[in-house]
């Protein structure tokens, strides 16, 4: 018998999470007999990701279902097969998968939202929760399919710093566009145009935020791949040129605001503009998830891209941890490693 | 000799526009020679549309150019050529132009954004300035071109009952879609209800805009053609279905508010929805117009298509008609002809 540990939502945060929204929890665990299909995993790293933040909000306000009051915090996970009642899964595998913030936990893959995912042999499990995570395949599928970019043009990425807008800042590299990326902080900007092939870094802090665009952007924005929302959206509809398209991944902005993201002060620009502005969800690719894995792996391979990890340890800073991406005081990918018992 | 009465912006309005916000000008008109490429022409009927009111406010809020301070005003027209220094334009031809709210004026058609055409031999004027005017290319282009529309589709058009949204709810009803109409007043909804093919008409005066959406929209809206902006376009952004589509064709709603028009208040709901919204400016697709002609004729002809005129008489009254558009007054399309002198 061992002991499960668990983060469960205390209460909805209002306005800004704080650590005290979570509650801990203590369970005596005794492995009990899974059913068909069930798959029992320990966890091993969990990643935190600005998406959580829109499951604690009251039900309505989020894409697949809010966490209730009480339940387990849940989101992407890398974990270890430690029991199998399913025939795709076998002990001792390493597995991606959104599971609960939990030690222990029991999953049914055939029923996940979220595709669990073999980790291949030889891939670190770090660069599963990386490198070629949901965030990569978030950033090729927004970039390539909603953005559809060509040599030459302007990207601007909000969030530039950001699990997915530092690898749509490589993408679009790759692309052969002009990247010009928003971060919070200078060490942020230096990161960007030094390791993510962004030729202009803009720090949303300053004071000047529509001067700083115009002088980075000065042909126009054609693709803003939007993380962020607020007023970087305000101040990039400013800048789009005529049939500009504004990819819709997040409003990161929000989130942590307890008000909805507002959209543009002056639909007009838009209508005068010719911009198209599009959501989208990476799930609705997933027929092409293999596609986009071949290219992320052979850009690694050939150095082309790479990713940050900001890697923490311990289950119990899993809170204060997630807490720090709304203050922007990560860098890279926000990852909390689990320690064996 | 004769008299070249003239409307010009006397000051720019602020808020909704008053007829007072015009000023009235009378000059002895002599015909003067003609430089190649002018044409000098009489204005037969006027087109008060909304656009005109764009361009009262100041430069920078609108999309070819604010009329100066007083300069005449300008909008669509049917105009006679009386002399013409263009090889492509004759003496006694009817066209239609973007022309002056004047008696006289010498245009330069190859220099016009709007292009001059001549009206067909054996077509009224009055149809050349509803059902075969750039109203209906907009409609046609906003609606096939950005909305894409398939049958069974659910189509909701906002000022249902003006020059293009007529339009689109008997082109979208042509497509084979479920049309609903929102249109201000009980007489429009019926109007719209018996001879534009709409499904279902919504009165936007109603207390209960969402609940009435909701109602005449059961399985939500696949495109949303949005001429008004403002309450409506956020009750739309709530019953979009999933990848539905907005069309932005103009936030009538805003013209005359003296504030921009507002976007969605949620801008989440179109990340999860995976919802388009595209603005588009029918000179854009000037190359297609022989093909959407035809289209609207022979719809014409079949009787599946067909126009209301809200016709006015008199130089005099264009002021006050044209801000009858904004109380929602006219119904149909709001012509004023000029009676001969």
Known sequence: MSVNRSWVLAHRPEGAVAATDFGFREEAFTPSDLAQGEILVRSRIFSCAPTIRTWLNPPGRSYRGAIEIGEAIRGMAAVEVIASCHPRFSVGQLVTAVAPWQDYAVLRPDEAA????????GMEAVDAMTLYSPNSLTAYFGLFSVGEPRPGMTVLVSGGAGSVGAMVCQMARIAGCRVVAVAGGQE???????????????????????????????????????????????AAVDRMVAHGRIVLCGQISAYDSGEPAAGPRDMMKL????????????????????EAMRAIRAWAASGQIRSRVDLREGFDVLPSAFTELFKGQNMGTLLVQIPDP
């Not at 802090?205 to 952007?217: I, V, Y």
């Not at 502005?277 to 092409?288: I, K, N, T």
């Open 114 to 121: 979220v595709p669990v995912t073999a980790i291949p042999e």
């Open 188 to 234: 942020k900007c230096r990161w960007l145009m030094e390791s993510c092939g962004a030729d202009a870094a803009i720090d949303y802090r300053s004071q000047d935020l529509p001067g700083q665009l115009k002088a980075a952007c000065p042909k126009g924005v054609d693709i803003f791949f939007d993380n962020v929302g607020g007023d970087i959206l305000q």
């Open 271 to 290: 209508v005068y503009g010719r911009v198209r502005m599009e959501g989208f969800v990476v799930g609705d690719y997933a027929e092409h998830y293999p």
